[in-house]
């Protein structure tokens, strides 16, 4: 495997940082996680508004353009040989003091990596994913804005770790009120009365991109889509419920806490979403070219 890693491409074995990096020591940094169908960059430009946005809030200039990420990221691609895939774009503080000061660190890193990856089984995807909720607590907005996506997940994979102890892959997650924020890794959407349902940036989720891509298949579908907060209630008498992520694409959701939702199975709009959001994933993106 070839890493782009700070303006080269080297072997996976020499894609090394170093350990007073900031992004190692305390999390400091940004990073997306980007999808390429067929030979393109699905949402390309979505995602580097995203990472943009994301380190702009936490005031990390982004060594590279918008046009050298493009570059790199494709060709990051090519030398992969990768035609359908997961894109890990990484920006970090960069080397610095022990202390906390970011100040310190005078050039940040970037790194890119580009393999396959796969979040979910087919069985999952046919017969939905039975979801737990988590005893961790989503981190609060008025702590760290959710809409920053930073390398520092320790909240989420906390989360992870009672899904996984509780034998199975993922767990919802409640904010400090009680109300449904996200999954570790993924947002949530309820299906009920024909009208989709998806917790505010303000309950603590991330904006997705897939998020956003539901929302405008919605629209083209005609099917209303609110931001309600919603509560473990909601989404165990919901008709219906779905995840969605970069990496996990649309995932139904079978059950919560053991309580069927629906009929226990992937309702109808689930599945018409998958079907249209795999078309799109064909028909649109960024082609992958050599820089």
Do not use: W
């Amino acid at each position: 495997m070839t890493i782009y890693l700070d303006g080269k491409f080297v072997s996976e074995e020499d894609a090394k940082v170093s350990v007073f990096d900031h992004g190692l020591l305390y999390g400091d940094g940004v990073f997306e996680g980007i999808r390429v169908y067929g030979g393109k960059i699905f949402r390309l430009d979505a995602h580097l508004d995203r990472l943009f946005a994301s380190a702009k809030a936490i005031m990390l200039p982004i060594p590279m353009t918008r046009q050298q990420l493009v570059e790199a990221c494709s060709e990051t691609c090519v030398r992969n040989k990768l035609q359908d895939g997961y894109i890990r774009l990484v920006v970090t503080r960069g080397v610095g003091c022990l202390g906390l000061n970011p100040f310190t660190c005078k050039n940040p890193t970037v790194c890119i990596i580009a393999s396959t990856i796969e979040l979910f089984s087919e069985e999952i995807y046919r017969n939905g994913v039975k979801l737990v909720t988590a005893g961790t607590i989503r981190t609060s907005p008025a702590a760290v804005s959710p809409a920053i996506k930073s390398l520092n997940y320790l909240n989420n994979i906390l989360a992870k770790i009672e899904a996984i102890n509780a034998g199975t892959v993922e767990a919802l997650m409640l904010n400090a009120e009680g109300y449904v924020a996200e999954c570790t890794g993924d947002n949530v959407f309820v299906v009920r009365g024909g009208r989709l349902a998806t917790p505010p940036i303000s309950a603590g989720a991330l904006i997705g991109i897939t998020r956003g891509v539901v929302f405008e298949l919605a629209a083209k579908m005609g099917i209303a889509v609110s931001e309600p907060n919603l509560t473990r209630y909601d989404i165990m008498t919901a008709d219906e419920c779905f995840l969605t992520g970069t990496a996990a694409e649309i995932v139904p959701v079978a059950s919560l806490d053991g309580r069927p939702i629906g009929s226990g199975k992937p309702g109808v709009l689930t599945l018409k979403l998958m079907s249209e959001f795999r078309k799109l994933t064909c028909s649109e993106g960024t082609p992958l070219t050599r820089s």
